[in-house]
């Protein structure tokens, strides 16, 4: 079975930064603080690659762990079963300067701009701290890598915005305070999770076609977590759906806007903002019913309760595995069990 990426030829040629393997992040859940009640199954059997100068798109839902991917690639969260290569290295193996090599080879662009900044601190000092943190102690070369990265993100005149605090900048220029911060050890990979959610839609263009700037400059591999499709056709090459804690459909972009197969992405692009009023009652594939709960999530697929194509004594019973429909298209789901797989 041929790994989901670029086309395959594409594949040969590139690197992949990241490998995720059957990875499983759970949270325990205790009663009283002492009795365990079950856990949660945030992340429950996620397996990809993001090769070098790649765009992903990670979509779904509220609740669908997304964020949760995030963190447990960043190290936040503790891996409960399977495992992260960053550059063909297990992050399991790392010790303390390993993990502090490894973070300083991934930025972190945040959704909330203004709550990921501290307030106490000014410009220079928000870019400075964390090149002090990793051994960077010469002061020409923060300044240089502070002027570029300023002059890459538009936050310019520099030596205006360098005294500046967060809440002296407006929500476009915090967000780009973020990214500068987030690229000023020179990364590999950036993860930007809902990263124009809470800007103005004049803003969030801007914002994505600064990070898209970054990435044809420094060959960057991106993470883009978005609960909007709006935006992804424009910014990635391939996308992933997740739904209840699992990677329910991979295509390529153009593939996948085309023709998504899983009902429940089907469901997300019926749900997608539309500005022509004559579509307003055209929306009639959307599931009604909540996201299963992930500490008892439901037997078979996790969508059969909401799905309208439901296979009786399948579905309900019995958890797909992935069917390759095309070469660079797959789907968690038993609609696509006679078709050709690779």
């Given at each position: 079975?041929p790994?989901?990426?670029?086309?395959?030829?594409?594949q040969?040629?590139?690197?992949?930064v990241?490998r995720?393997?059957d990875?499983?992040?759970w949270?325990?859940?205790r009663?009283?603080?002492?009795?365990?009640?079950?856990d949660?199954r945030?992340?429950?059997g996620?397996?990809?690659?993001?090769?070098?100068?790649?765009?992903i798109?990670i979509?779904?839902?509220?609740?669908?762990g997304?964020?949760?991917l995030?963190?447990?690639?960043?190290?936040?969260?503790?891996i409960t079963?399977g495992?992260?290569?960053?550059l063909?290295?297990?992050l399991?193996?790392?010790?303390?300067?390993?993990w502090?090599r490894?973070?300083?080879?991934?930025?972190?662009?945040?959704?909330?701009?203004y709550?990921?900044?501290p307030?106490?601190?000014?410009?220079?000092?928000?870019?400075?701290?964390?090149?002090k943190?990793?051994?960077?102690?010469?002061?020409e070369?923060?300044?240089?890598?502070?002027r570029?990265?300023?002059?890459?993100v538009?936050?310019?005149?520099?030596?205006?915005?360098?005294?500046?605090?967060?809440?002296?900048?407006?929500g476009g220029?915090?967000?780009r305070l973020?990214?500068?911060?987030a690229m000023?050890?020179?990364?590999k990979m950036l993860i930007?999770?809902e990263p124009?959610?809470?800007?103005?839609?004049?803003?969030r263009?801007?914002?994505?076609?600064?990070?898209?700037?970054?990435?044809?400059r420094?060959?960057?591999?991106?993470i883009?977590?978005?609960h909007?499709?709006?935006?992804v056709r424009y910014?990635?090459?391939?996308?992933?759906?997740?739904y209840g804690?699992?990677i329910?459909?991979?295509s390529?972009?153009q593939?996948l806007?085309?023709?998504?197969?899983h009902p429940y992405t089907?469901a997300?692009?019926?749900?997608?903002s539309d500005?022509?009023?004559?579509?307003l009652y055209?929306y009639?594939d959307?599931p009604?019913g909540?996201p299963?709960?992930l500490?008892?999530?439901?037997k078979?697929?996790?969508?059969?309760?909401r799905c309208?194509?439901?296979?009786?004594?399948?579905?309900d019973?019995?958890?797909?595995?992935?069917?390759w429909?095309r070469?660079?298209?797959?789907?968690?789901?038993?609609?696509?069990?006679d078709?050709k797989?690779a």
């Amino acid at each position: 079975m041929p790994s989901l990426a670029k086309p395959l030829s594409q594949q040969q040629e590139q690197k992949a930064v990241l490998r995720v393997e059957d990875l499983h992040t759970w949270f325990e859940v205790r009663r009283m603080g002492f009795f365990k009640a079950g856990d949660v199954r945030a992340l429950d059997g996620v397996s990809f690659e993001l090769y070098e100068g790649e765009t992903i798109s990670i979509v779904g839902e509220s609740g669908c762990g997304k964020s949760t991917l995030a963190k447990t690639i960043l190290g936040i969260n503790h891996i409960t079963k399977g495992s992260v290569h960053f550059l063909g290295e297990d992050l399991s193996t790392l010790d303390k300067e390993g993990w502090k090599r490894y973070r300083s080879n991934i930025g972190y662009i945040q959704q909330d701009p203004y709550g990921a900044l501290p307030p106490f601190m000014n410009v220079q000092r928000i870019l400075e701290e964390p090149m002090k943190i990793n051994g960077i102690k010469d002061k020409e070369e923060q300044q240089r890598r502070i002027r570029q990265v300023l002059e890459e993100v538009k936050l310019a005149p520099i030596e205006d915005f360098l005294p500046k605090f967060p809440h002296m900048l407006s929500g476009g220029q915090q967000q780009r305070l973020v990214i500068a911060r987030a690229m000023i050890l020179e990364p590999k990979m950036l993860i930007a999770d809902e990263p124009v959610s809470m800007l103005d839609a004049s803003v969030r263009i801007e914002i994505l076609q600064l990070l898209q700037a970054l990435q044809r400059r420094h060959n960057l591999a991106i993470i883009y977590i978005t609960h909007d499709l709006s935006t992804v056709r424009y910014f990635s090459e391939r996308i992933f759906t997740m739904y209840g804690g699992k990677i329910i459909e991979k295509s390529s972009t153009q593939a996948l806007l085309k023709e998504p197969l899983h009902p429940y992405t089907k469901a997300l692009f019926e749900a997608t903002s539309d500005p022509d009023v004559q579509n307003l009652y055209s929306y009639k594939d959307i599931p009604s019913g909540e996201p299963p709960s992930l500490m008892n999530p439901p037997k078979g697929c996790r969508f059969h309760p909401r799905c309208r194509q439901i296979i009786k004594g399948l579905c309900d019973q019995q958890m797909p595995p992935e069917f390759w429909v095309r070469d660079d298209h797959a789907a968690l789901c038993w609609l696509y069990k006679d078709e050709k797989n690779a």
